[in-house]
């Protein structure tokens, strides 16, 4: 997460807890405000810190400066605290359910007494909720649903985070000069999009020194007897386990073995009675084909056999950053910034998609800003080729009409379009308006198909394999969303997608320049499901591509 999504989320929940505490309602709108500043600031923040120029920026005040200096410090403020001391304990972990809002957790406080999730699911289920004014039988379903939810996601991480925890671990092993030999293996090696536990194995020159050095950084505690297996506890949101090994040979067995997974370990017959210098070898012992780590689940084991090719896909595959978000709607950097960001990566060609007009909460655009972004990357052309499109990553309305009409819609390059509103709709009545959105001759790219976010919310009810087909029917490509929070499409749809001859589009939906990294993610998601180069949209190379944007209308593509 980013410096300024933590100041966000910081902010807002100090309004929080003044509103829990019916608190002045003068202090808790002005960190609603400050949040909302910091939103819509789009310099550079931390440098606004440092120089105390946060002062002028319109909305934040002294007592939000202080706060914000505090958390950059420190990681949280003293305010915050002081708020969090003045709450029952578990009330927090209450605001964790999606749809109920302060003011109505203050009255089940009042009203029932409730300080916990655990609290609230009991009276819940005891019926108690429904009876409380303003409530009813389906706000207690909603409720019952979003528990249970938490309750199945605890003691999981999202992979940005684990992938976090697991750099900092292979910084100190690298630092150390004991540790001849490690490396990620488990849930992150195969690149699960949830992680519940971060797992290493290990080689090392001496055992008591390596012990004693990671209990001063990490605070081990052993789990087992013949101490070959090290748990870390409490330092981190999940567990770390180290899988010690003795030689190169026992290092590559552990390695695939923990590497699993067990229903894909299960489904063949491995031999591993000899030695081995890696992987590789183990496969070639055992008259099996090699698979990559991220192929190595119980999908691979079901799926078709011309589907079996291992992935191809690398970061240097990649021509086309086709869905970032600019200052002209929600996005963090302007279009020249990350335009110059990208060609540092390696893409050849840009195609900014700010938000359309319906989304008003993140600045969408109407027809009047859309000219003067065109007018911007017309300007922009001069210097880069024409490699710089407009697109709009447009909303699907509720109907499953886009946002814009025709007359709009034909003036850009690209379109995504998305699903932002109204997710409580049934499955079949969500299936239609996505496919009326795909039916549209200016769609190119479906975004983030189901709308989830993963360890926050479950995606809407959606009939996928209809999607697919309506997609493969009507030539438009499906993103693979790499943000960590959606990776959606979910990889194990993907092989159905490319049974379908579907196009996936791996795109960021960058709102900062750091989020161009989180490719990384949706690469290793596509990379589970087996994804070729040129089943990649933005890997084509660019006549390739402006020859897609061209096959359904006629655009004046340069």
Partial sequence: MSLKSEIINHLEAIADLLEFNSDNPFKIKAFKFGSNAIRQFDGDLENAILSAELKNIKGIGKAIIQVITEFYDNGTSTEYEKLSDQVPDGIQEIFEIRGLGVKRIRKLNEELGITSIAELETAAKENKVANISGFGENTQEKILTEIKRIKENRGFLQIHKSSAIADEISAFFKSSSVVEKFEVTGELRRGLEKIKCVEFVVSFSDYKYLIKKLNEKLKLVLKNNEQEIIVIENLYQIPVIFYITKNESDFTKKLFLSTGSNEYLGAYKFKLNIEFRDEKEIYKNSNIDFLIPEMRELDFVNAPYKLKTNSDLSIEKFKGLLHFHSTYSDGHNKIEETVKAGKEMGYQYFVVCDHSKSAYYANGLNEERILLQKKEIIQFNSKYNNAIYQGIESDILKDGSLDYPEEILQQFDLVVASVHSSFELSESEMTN??????????????????????????????????????????????????????????????????EKGCLISINQDAHSIDDLQNIEFGIKMARKAGLQTEETLNCFEFEKFKNYLSRKVNRKIK
């Fill in 433 to 498: 308006r996505i496919i009326k959105a795909i039916e549209n001759p200016y769609t190119d790219i479906l975004g983030h198909p189901t709308g989830r976010l993963i360890l926050v919310r479950d995606g809407y009810k959606v009939n996928m394999k209809k999607i697919i087909d309506a997609c493969s029917q009507n030539q438009v490509a499906i993103e693979l969303n790499s943000s960590p929070y959606r990776l959606d499409i979910d990889w194990r749809w993907i092989y159905y997608a490319r």
